[in-house]
């Protein structure tokens, strides 16, 4: 099990990077559907990164998503019809926040309760 979600993480990572580089032949949204695809992207990304990194802390699971996301709002600036925005790293540093929120009391908690009675 331990494998699959590895493989998942670094799948996911990939994913990210490919539809965040690539270059686009249209207009990106610039309106909240983009930024909610943002928010939801690296919400579950963190609780990913949280889950294989089990002996991190949440702070340093944090703070390595947003590293992540940081670096690919700079490599942005240099891919046509990409650029770099402030309001994308809100809304990653966001859901990347309630990552946290979410693995902290829900999900830790849950498999918490779930171990004291097996």
């Known amino acids: 099990?331990?494998?699959l979600i590895l493989c998942f993480y670094i799948l996911y990572i990939l994913l990210i990077a490919y539809f965040s580089l690539?270059?686009?032949e249209h207009e990106i949204s610039k309106g909240i559907d983009d930024k909610w695809s943002h928010f939801v992207a690296?919400?579950?990304l963190f609780i990913i990164a949280k889950k294989v990194h089990t002996k991190?802390?949440?702070l340093t699971c944090a703070i390595a998503c947003f590293v992540y996301s940081?670096?690919?709002e700079c490599i942005q600036y240099f891919i046509p019809d990409r650029y770099f925005e402030g309001l994308d790293l809100i809304a990653n540093s966001s859901g990347i926040f309630?990552?946290?929120v979410i693995y902290g009391l829900l999900i830790e908690k849950y498999f918490e309760i779930k171990r004291k009675t097996i």
Request: charge should be positive; hydrophobic fraction near 50%; glycine fraction near 6%.
């Open 56 to 58: 991190s802390n949440y």
């Open 1 to 3: 099990m331990r494998r």
């Open 22 to 24: 690539i270059p686009t």
């Open 98 to 100: 309630l990552g946290v």
């Open 42 to 44: 690296y919400l579950i």
């Open 70 to 72: 940081f670096i690919i």
